[in-house]
């Protein structure tokens, strides 16, 4: 079966656990014989794993201006307004000239280089709306120049590609929806990307969800009917050996951490409140903020005002092999999610023998038995949770025995051979 | 003679509430009293009121031919003194007819016959006293906590004086031999065995609803065609089962309390059996064989082993950690420590932590406060440490009164001695005095309370150099 597949990142250039999710899944798919994956992200650096399977960067496949001219199935993406006009590659000036031309005209120019090819960044940056939208101009080139039997496009930003390509040559399209603007912005969503989630669902031939969690979301939020959206959980690699490099640990105090965007998303605040309670009935324990994120001064400030800052450290960002050193260094993992559509960094630290405390609102506390469950508003229980793994070394021993094991058999293949079950649904 | 020994166990836990550790050091109450007054009260209203009324019934009807008995642990005595009164006067209307037996278990249905010696025969000896004052009966059966047995506790029981004991017939004990016989302990074989039918019993306990069982429904009358099943010479069916099998675990609904009544009438018409307390049993049947039972066997689960309760790390660890308090609690003398010491022995705490059946749950999670073991685990252990911070207090403020005894005594000398020293200085030249070591009290006064509680400190000099010994 072949299939053309959207995404937005790839490791090892990956800014979150989308990507990590994407190559997990194609990885364990591509282990089933007779799967031919074609993977898109909008910008390839070339040094992507593709033992199993060709990744391609949108900036490198040429446009045909004709055909996108003639494409029809651009018109309907009216929210994202594509009625586009290709200009060869011109300089700055030249190119301001013909935007300003262009929208008196009410029309939109996409830029292309000399060899006919647009530019990405596959980042989230300003124009990000703009790069969506050229993605699916592209994706409808890609479709028409391959052949495959189904689409899957993964999360909102690829959604629009998988519709064009799906315009442009009627084969099914299956969006999978890691997270949901619901759980990015705490309810408080974003009109123009809900449109482009909800046109993605309708449009969808089936949708697949990362829990049940976020499997609700879409049919409550989105209004989409519960026999089109099914559940396929995640999975999480195994370790290689690198990543089991233990770092020493130059001090004697316990380490809890939390680590992730420091967003509302993630309830970073809710860590600080159970660190302080914690603080206050033993000493011989920090606590580590990994990653960054729109609230991390506040947090900073906070921590400050609470007079917990000496037991407070902050990493920034940390990605690949730091993650695992911060891991083997740490007693306490702390997922504190306000909303998590699924969350593979507690599988992740699991691996690495650091026990899990994550909160109910998330989408991987369905499947773990062997991960401590709280609300992410009881501060009480998480701290409670934290100080008794601290203090009774039994329940680490347990934890660690069990959870790897836990881990261990949740693998990327499972998730693969679901997907693949919902893809005969249309493809034999 | 054939007979029939029932024999059902009541018990309900003093349940702990919610204790998160910062509660440690400031907060002695450890108690759900909610749900324990609410469960006690439901479990009294589904199944022992029901069941009591049923039984007084069908004793007074059959006039002396209907027996049984009873093991109710100290903790749920205790619940139905404050919760429901009315459950232990229908107890004591039973106890009243002469044809209930009432055993002797532990006081809080406690695992201590796993731990030693000195605290089973206290827990023992406190169940028996209360026995003998609500029921006026002096127990000479012995059942331990989930029929916990091996050959030592046995030996140990049968120290204790108690006549007959009963246990688990634990397929992997008996092998090919019937449970329907009276066997004795290995080491002792004055202490008689009774040993469960599991099959008869579990029909009743733990099938006696199940729709998908394929003797789905059972009735009295089938019931005892089973009985009449078994081979001329197997002497006894041990049925031992949870009280709360009637109206709780098997509901009203489910026919269970006509099954019992019509039980005894199709007992007398349709077979050969008889009914007999434990304790009858044990004085009219021969002994045929010795059980060998080196590893401690129970009532729980296929295994019929400990694993339920002592099966994971934490288990083990809060077990050990709350056995190593014994020496301190008594040495406290304080009597709300001592129960509260008893009330954390409580074996469903244990059975909280279990992680056996974590992956498809069921009978564990029946009645389980916690959402998982571990939260189990963490309560039980920050009210450990609580407990234990009590007990070294406890202990502790006895040493402050002896260190401050001493203190004093120690002053005076040195007054003394100063004194001495000043009109030794008066009359010649001066002399270095000779008192550094007598300045740092919180160092010297442990070894200082040793030699004082043996001997007068007469000698100021003397306790420094002690010390260092």
Same mark, same amino acid.
């Not at chain 1, 482009?196 to 969800?209: S, V």
């Not at chain 2, 324990?36 to 007084?56: D, G, R």
């Given at each position: ?71 029809? $199935? ?60 050229? $993605? ?18 993964? &999360? ?48 969808? &031939? ?18 989409? &009917? ?10 999480? &690699? ?121 909160? $109910? ?68 | ?25 400031? %907060? ?357 440490? %609580? ?10 403020? %006895?040493? %402050? ?69």
């Amino acid at each position: 079966m072949k299939v053309l597949m959207f995404g937005w990142e790839f490791p090892p250039h990956i800014s979150g656990g989308l990507g990590t999710a994407c190559y997990g899944l194609t990885r364990g798919m591509s282990t089933i014989p007779g799967m031919d994956i074609l993977f898109v992200v909008p910008k390839a650096y070339g040094d992507e794993d593709q033992s199993r399977f060709r990744v391609i960067g949108a900036g490198d496949v040429p446009i045909n201006i004709r055909s996108v001219r003639d494409q029809k $199935y651009l018109k309907d993406l009216s929210h994202i307004e594509i009625n586009s006009n290709l200009v060869p590659y011109t300089t700055p000036e030249e190119y301001e000239i013909l935007v300003n031309k262009a929208e008196n005209s009410g029309r939109r120019l996409v830029e292309t280089t000399m060899g006919g090819k647009l530019n990405f960044t596959g980042t989230y940056g300003k124009n990000l709306y703009e790069e969506i939208a050229n $993605y699916a101009v592209v994706a409808g080139e890609i479709a028409l120049t391959n052949d495959f039997d189904i689409i899957h496009a993964h &999360d909102w930003l690829t959604y629009p590609a998988g519709i064009a390509a799906k315009r442009a040559t009627g084969k099914p399209l299956v969006i999978h929806v890691h997270a949901t603007d619901f759980d990015r912005s705490g309810g408080n969503v974003n009109p123009t990307v809900f449109e482009i989630e909800k046109t993605g669902m309708h449009l969808a &031939d089936k949708i697949i969800a990362v829990s049940n969690l976020t499997r609700n979301t879409v049919i409550e939020k989105y209004g989409i &009917d519960p026999n089109k959206v099914h559940t396929v959980y995640n999975a999480v &690699d195994p370790l290689h050996d690198h990543e089991k490099l233990q770092l020493k640990r130059g001090i004697n105090d316990k380490v809890v951490t939390f680590l992730g965007r420091v967003t509302m998303q993630k309830g970073p605040e809710y860590f600080v409140m159970a660190a302080q309670k914690v603080l206050q009935k033993m000493d011989n324990v920090r606590f580590v903020m990994a990653g960054s994120g729109e609230l991390l001064e506040k947090m900073i400030h906070w921590t400050a005002a609470l007079g917990v800052s000496d037991r407070f450290h902050y990493t920034g960002f940390l990605k690949g092999d730091d993650v695992f050193r911060m891991f083997s260094i740490s007693d306490v993992y702390v997922m504190p999610s306000v909303s998590e559509p699924f969350g593979i960094s507690p599988l992740e630290a699991m691996q690495s023998n650091v026990p899990s405390i994550i909160s $109910y609102q998330s989408g991987v506390a369905e499947i773990l038995k062997h991960a401590f469950k709280v609300d992410f508003w009881d501060v009480d229980a998480m701290a409670d949770a934290i100080y008794g793994l601290l203090n009774y070394p039994a329940l680490s021993t347990m934890f660690i025995k069990f959870g790897a094991q836990e881990v261990h058999d949740m693998k990327w293949e499972n998730s693969g051979k679901k997907v693949l079950a919902i893809y005969k649904e249309f493809v034999q | 003679m054939r007979t029939i020994c029932l024999y059902f166990q009541v018990h309900q836990p003093f349940r702990f509430r919610r204790y998160r550790f910062f509660d440690i050091g400031n %907060d002695h109450y450890y108690y759900d009293d909610y749900s324990n007054e609410s469960i006690l009260q439901k479990v009294a209203q589904k199944s022992y009121l029901p069941a009591n009324a049923i039984m007084l019934e069908l004793i007074l009807k059959h006039k002396g031919k209907f027996k049984l008995a009873f093991s109710i642990s100290g903790i749920a005595l205790e619940q139905f003194k404050l919760y429901a009164p009315e459950v232990l006067e229908s107890f004591q209307k039973l106890a009243e007819t002469g044809q209930v037996e009432f055993l002797s278990e532990t006081y809080s249905h406690s695992l201590c016959a796993l731990h030693g010696r000195e605290e089973f025969e206290r827990q023992v000896n406190a169940h028996r006293a209360l026995i003998k004052e609500h029921f006026g009966q002096e127990p000479s059966v012995f059942r331990n906590t989930e029929l916990i047995y091996s050959d030592e506790i046995g030996s140990m029981v049968a120290r204790m004086g108690f006549k007959a004991m009963l246990t688990e017939g634990a397929k992997h004990v008996l092998g090919w031999k019937s449970p329907n016989f009276l066997y004795c302990n290995a080491i002792n074989p004055k202490l008689k065995l009774l040993l469960k039918n599991y099959k008869l019993s579990d029909d009743i306990a733990f099938r006696f609803s199940n729709k998908g069982w394929h003797e789905y429904p059972l009735t009295a009358e089938k019931f005892v065609s089973w009985l009449n099943q078994i081979p001329e010479r197997e002497e006894v069916i041990n049925l031992f089962m949870d009280y709360e099998t009637f109206g709780e675990h098997q509901w009203k609904e489910s026919g269970i309390f006509d099954f019992l009544k019509a039980f005894p009438d199709s007992v007398f018409n349709n077979s050969s059996f008889s009914f007999s307390t434990p304790s009858e049993v044990a004085k009219k049947l021969q002994v045929v064989a010795a059980a060998n039972v080196p590893n401690p066997i129970s009532w729980a689960d296929e295994e019929r082993d400990l694993t339920a309760w002592l099966g994971n790390e934490m288990q083990q660890e809060a077990f050990h950690k709350l056995y190593s308090l014994e020496k301190k609690v008594y040495a406290s003398g304080d009597k709300i420590i001592e129960q509260d010491y008893a009330y954390l022995q409580v074996s469903d705490h244990f059975y909280y932590m279990s992680t056996k059946f974590f992956s498809d749950g069921e009978v564990h999670s029946y009645f389980n406060p916690y959402a998982s073991p571990y939260e189990a685990f963490i309560n039980y252990m920050n009210i450990l440490s %609580d407990f234990e911070i009590r007990v070294n207090a406890g202990i502790l403020s %006895d040493t %402050d009164d002896q260190v401050s005894r001493l203190s004093k005594i120690i002053k005076e000398k040195d007054e003394q001695l100063e004194k001495l020293e000043k009109r030794l200085a008066d009359k010649k030249k001066p002399v270095i005095a000779k008192k550094a070591a007598t300045s740092k009290p919180a160092a010297t006064m442990p070894a200082i309370k040793k030699a004082a509680g043996t001997e007068p400190p007469i000698d100021i000099k003397k306790a420094p150099s002690k010390k260092k010994k």
